[in-house]
């Protein structure tokens, strides 16, 4: 489905956050990578699972009976959401860090001394902290290169893989550079010496359709307040591979997929939110199944952001003293684009645009191997914009022209 400027327009009036202001001045939310608003669905589900559901699971009662069909309908509706054949192939946790360092225990116990995981530079911390800790019980990590494009480098990536390799850890979409990664490479090399494959869409999940069977995923993860829902993560094991892991559980819990990597009490409310969002996504979509109509939304929001992304990227590579990182929108990349500005540290143009209302990131944002790879580190990292599906080109302007006066204040460059 088509999503334009309209739709933009029409969605924009169900997120109450929408409307705050800075010093007069309306936010802009540019600041999505980080975590997006969320519509008032939302937050409705949250409020409304609290003051008619609010119980623990498994009870022989009313309210009980309700969570546990809650949380039912949720893992339904995530399953949808991630292309995955049913429910028990979708666990919740705390958020997608929590979650891979739960994951990594299990696995390394299938794994010996002397075995290999392979990570990326260009991966977020929490898909390399959890991988690299497990050094300490003798795994080898090896890590693939970036290029000082942005991109992977694939013969690199062919070189790190070998007959000791058990798992490749890759993330989809890079919340630093924007860049896509060739996850059907990620997968041709991990089957090729039988290793498994993990995927972080974390940053992928709020800009396209995921098809965790299309891409023959193992394990995927990603993060509900990315994609305009509450903070919760979510993890999908291939049909049958959790049940076979030996995870860190209760003797009270429950044994089988989804459950078994599930320690503790869910957020339940939170659930409630992420249901809403994947309904709220939906709605802007058309099909006869919630997943087509997932599907055909995102897609129509990813071609919105798209264009979006590619007119700042365009108009910002053209101020003088800024220097655009990652590759360019003559390919498929998501909408997240970070800059340099020479000799200006990227905390100060995020504070000076932060007074004018406009919400940008500064720094490295975890994303720290690839910070430093391209000699971004004693630099303070980069000045970071995404856009999402209630980003204007109204903004874009005003960020475009933020910039230029705060360039102008700091005298870079000479005014005029
Ligand atoms: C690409 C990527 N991976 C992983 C994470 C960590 O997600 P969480 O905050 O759910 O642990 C983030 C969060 O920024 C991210 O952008």
């Known amino acids: 489905m088509t999503f334009s400027e309209a739709e933009c327009r029409r969605c924009r009036e169900d997120f109450p956050a929408l409307s705050r202001t800075v010093a007069g001045k309306p936010v802009a939310f540019l600041d ?13 589900a949250i409020v409304g ?4 559901a609010n119980a623990n699971t498994r009870g022989e009662f009313a309210a009980s009976r309700a969570t546990d069909e809650l949380i039912a309908s949720v893992r339904e509706k995530a399953a949808a ?49 959890p991988w690299l800790n497990l050094a300490e019980r003798g795994l080898v990590i090896r890590e ?12 690199d990536f062919a070189k790190q893989v070998n007959g000791r390799t058990r798992l490749v850890a890759v993330g989809l979409a890079s919340n630093l550079l924007g860049t896509v990664n060739d996850a059907g490479l990620a997968v041709r090399l991990a089957r090729s010496v039988g290793a498994w494959v993990l995927f972080d869409a974390v940053h992928h999940a709020a800009h396209f359709p995921l098809d965790v069977v299309a891409l023959d995923a193992d394990f995927l993860l990603c993060s509900a307040y990315k994609f305009y ?9 291939r049909p049958g591979l959790l049940d076979s892991l030996r995870t860190d559980k209760l003797r009270a819990q429950d044994d089988a997929a989804p459950f078994r990597i599930e320690t503790g009490t869910l957020n339940h409310a939170a ?53 655009v990182w990652g590759p360019d929108f003559a390919e498929r990349r998501a909408p997240t684009i970070s800059i340099s500005v020479d000799g200006v540290h990227p905390d100060l143009v995020a504070r000076r645009l932060g007074e004018l209302g406009l919400q940008v990131w500064s720094g490295d944002f975890y994303a ?49």
């Open 32 to 44: 999505g990578p980080a975590g997006t608003q969320v519509p008032r669905q939302v937050v409705e």
């Open 49 to 52: 699972y609290y003051e008619t």
């Open 81 to 129: 959401f991630l292309g995955a054949p049913s429910w028990r192939e979708v666990s919740f946790g705390h958020n997608m860090t929590t979650l891979t360092f739960s994951l990594s225990q299990a696995l390394a116990r299938e794994m010996r001394p002397g075995d290999e995981i392979v990570v990326t530079q260009l991966d977020h911390e929490a898909n390399r902290g």
């Open 144 to 155: 693939v290169a970036l290029l000082p494009d942005g991109r992977l480098d694939a013969d």
């Open 229 to 237: 829902g509450p903070h919760v993560g979510l993890l999908y094991c």
């Open 271 to 323: 659930l409630a939110g992420v249901g809403a969002a994947i309904d709220y996504i939906a709605s802007w979509g058309s099909g006869e199944t919630l997943r087509r109509r997932i599907v055909s939304a995102m897609d129509g929001i990813a071609a919105y952001e798209h264009q979006l992304g590619a007119y700042y990227y365009d108009n910002v590579r053209a101020i003088p003293g800024v220097t």
């Open 368 to 416: 720290v191997r690839a910070v430093e790879v391209l000699g971004l580190a004693d630099k303070g990292g980069v000045v970071r914009t995404g856009v999402v599906m209630y980003n204007t080109r109204e903004e874009i302007d005003r960020l475009l022209e933020g910039l230029n006066r705060t360039l102008r204040a700091l005298a870079t460059i000479p005014p005029g």
